[in-house]
């Protein structure tokens, strides 16, 4: 549980900024269901340990 409390949320502008993608781009990922996201309002929230998870996987495929 300890880890659940150091992960951040992050919105869709600080997850793009993070990746340094486009904010289309980073939705576009959303969308294809290789970032996990949970709708908020009108925004997304991304969990910053699912953007490590989806560099390793990318680092895993080169």
């Known amino acids: 549980m300890s ?7 992050l919105t869709t502008d600080e997850a793009a900024q993070y990746l340094k993608i486009s904010k289309a781009t980073l ?6 269901r290789k970032i996990k996201a949970i709708k908020v309002g009108r925004g997304w929230r991304i969990l910053q340990s699912e ?4 560099l390793k996987e990318g680092e895993d495929e080169s």
């Open 3 to 9: 880890a659940m409390k150091d992960d951040n949320v």
């Open 27 to 32: 939705l576009n990922h959303i969308r294809q």
């Open 51 to 54: 953007l490590y998870r989806f």
